[in-house]
């Protein structure tokens, strides 16, 4: 498992650029598929790489309620940009999962579970805010009285290499959740790039699988002014981040206020489309289906993502729960913010700010939660 917390004063290294570049080579040696950003159709996406030369190689974006651009920079940071369209979510829960096979025979019938395939993952840039994230999932998929067996089989294989930020977009928000800029633990390594002088990143080693992978990379120790860049990098990221969450009794002012005229105000706009929910990195609810072949032989058992912005996700016995736009939002926005603590001790929410670039009408979770909270505090709107 990765990894300790890091205090400050941990033992860091640095890595020039140039050696970076064994980086893949030296994973997919250990058995490890490598899984890194990549820009694809105008976006940064997570695929499986072989190269450093396929990551967004002197590439950024451009982010804002409903936006999102690729932008090119002016030298070869490989890193430098904010959260990506999806997170690494996909590749832990599929969007579409096939469990199980059920096959009629002779003699009778079969059953043929589809176990997590045993695949050894590194993901390399992680983000601290989606670290944070799958921490979270961790802890509703893994350490709950119910695991999720195929969570925990492909999770069992990851190698986690973190990126801290040196680029916030204008929708980020994880300063403020406590959950960046920088990774403080739960990484195999973790990397800060750093441009200013040599290229080079500095890095901090959270596992002793991460120090063994360091050590077969051409490395020298970190010395005072590489933390002082490292420093420079985080602060400046800390400071520039687009938007902040006041969590001060945030989960108790919004469970206070589901009676506010505020969720038809946001059900005016909201277009019900469940990108918000497709896009976070914490959402992990699902449904199942069962497909049968026409002729009856072979049924098969899948589970696909699912909504709560959806009208069948609370339909029960005969009709919808949650029948209004306005109660699905409330539902949503209710639970990443207040009652996840209830459920998880916890918020549901890391601010990566996925929710409000990919919603394509810029309802921004901060903004209406920031709202909320001051309705509640003034008795309600
Ligand atoms: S609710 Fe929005 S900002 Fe929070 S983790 Fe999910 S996508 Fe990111
Ligand atoms: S809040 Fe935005 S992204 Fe979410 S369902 Fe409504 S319109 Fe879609």
Same mark, same amino acid.
């Given at each position: ?7 400050? &004063? ?17 994973? #997919? ?10 820009? !694809? ?5 997570? %695929? ?13 974006? %451009? ?25 690494? /979510? ?39 805010? &989606? ?6 999932? &961790? ?31 204008? !929708? ?29 990143? !500095? ?12 050590? $077969? ?22 400071? =520039? ?7 001060? @009794? ?7 206020? $589901? @009676?506010?005229? *505020? ?11 469940? =990108? ?20 009856? /032989? ?5 589970? !696909? ?6 009208? *069948? ?14 109660? #699905?939002? #409330?539902?949503?926005?209710?639970? /990443?913010?207040?009652?996840?603590? &209830? *459920? ?9 700010? #996925? ?11 901060? %903004? ?14």
């Amino acid at each position: 498992m990765p990894a300790s917390t890091h205090s400050p &004063d941990a033992e860091k290294f640095v890595v020039s650029r140039k050696a970076l570049e064994a980086l893949p080579l030296l994973l #997919r040696g250990e058995g490890y598929e490598v899984w890194a950003p990549t820009p !694809v159709d105008g976006a940064i996406t997570y %695929q499986s790489i072989e190269t450093l030369t396929e990551l967004p190689v002197g590439r950024s974006d %451009q982010q804002a309620p409903g936006k999102y651009r690729l932008a090119a920079r002016e030298d070869r940071a490989l890193f430098q940009y904010a959260s990506t369209p999806q997170s690494w /979510k996909p590749l832990l829960l599929p969007p579409v999962n096939h469990f199980l096979t059920i096959q009629e025979t002779s003699d009778g019938i079969e059953f043929h579970p589809h176990p997590p395939p045993l695949q050894r993952r590194a993901l390399l840039g992680l983000r601290p805010c &989606d670290l944070a994230a799958i921490r979270v999932l &961790d802890r509703v998929l893994q350490e709950d009285l119910h695991p999720d067996i195929g969570y925990a089989g492909r999770r069992e294989g990851l190698l986690l290499i973190a990126v801290n930020c040196g680029y916030p977009s204008g !929708v980020c928000f994880c300063a403020s959740m406590g959950t960046g800029p920088q990774a403080r633990d739960g990484f195999d390594l973790a990397l800060t790039e750093i441009l200013a002088g040599e290229h080079r990143f !500095v890095v901090t080693v959270g596992s002793a699988r991460g120090r063994a992978i360091l050590e $077969s990379l051409d490395h020298r120790p970190a010395e005072a002014p590489d933390r002082g860049a490292e420093d420079n990098v985080v602060r400046s990221a800390r400071e =520039n981040m687009g938007r902040a969450l006041n969590l001060e @009794n945030l989960a108790e002012a919004i469970s206070s206020e $589901s @009676n506010s005229k *505020q969720w038809e105000e946001i059900a005016a706009r909201c277009l019900s489309c469940a =990108n918000c929910t497709m896009v976070c990195p914490t959402c992990f609810c699902g449904t199942v289906e069962d497909h049968n072949t026409l002729d009856g /032989k072979q049924a098969s058992r899948t589970r !696909v993502w699912d909504s709560c912005f959806s009208l *069948q996700y609370s339909y029960i016995h005969g009709g919808s729960v949650r029948s209004s736009p306005a109660a #699905r939002y #409330r539902q949503w926005l209710t639970h /990443k913010l207040s009652t996840w603590h &209830d *459920q998880y001790g916890e918020c549901g929410c890391v601010g990566c700010g #996925r929710c409000i670039t990919w919603c394509p009408v810029g309802i921004d979770l901060t %903004q209406e939660a920031n709202r909320l909270r001051g309705a509640a505090a003034w008795g309600g709107i």
